[in-house]
């Protein structure tokens, strides 16, 4: 069965929610606990597989929300996934701190403008 692609919205909203709880503890929390690191990084390739799969079901995502980097999410999901090794903790952190809660704005902006409101729970 084929999803429209504000399912694929609102399951970055889902990812969001998550990474948020596990690392309610904070920084140090997350740079001391691999099990947190992982977690995260694994929500984080969720997102940019999302925004991936988003595009392909014609949410046409730089047109209705242009001050998100999407591009970006999507290469940091390739970046994750491909060049594991190669994880910049620092980074992923910021992008924890800074970039999630815009990302989490942007989608819930756009999913108000359809009248869903931007609840994650919603399937």
């Not at 948020?20 to 992982?38: C, I, M, P, S």
């Not at 940019?48 to 730089?62: E, F, N, R, S």
Request: proline fraction near 2%.
């Amino acid at each position: 069965m084929a999803r429209d692609a504000d399912a694929y919205l609102r399951d970055i909203l889902e990812s969001i929610a998550v990474i948020q709880e596990y690392n309610a503890k904070g920084r140090r929390h997350f740079e001391k606990t691999r099990l947190v690191r992982d977690a995260t990084a694994a929500r984080l390739m969720q997102i940019g597989q999302a925004v991936k799969d988003a595009q392909a079901a014609g949410a046409k995502l730089d047109e209705r929300a242009p001050g998100i980097r999407w591009r970006d999410i999507a290469g940091m999901r390739d970046r994750l996934a491909h060049r594991y090794w190669d994880v910049n903790h620092e980074i992923v952190w910021l992008v924890i701190e800074k970039e999630l809660p815009k990302l989490k704005d942007g989608i819930d902006g756009l999913l108000a403008a359809k009248g869903e409101g931007g609840r994650a729970d919603r399937r």
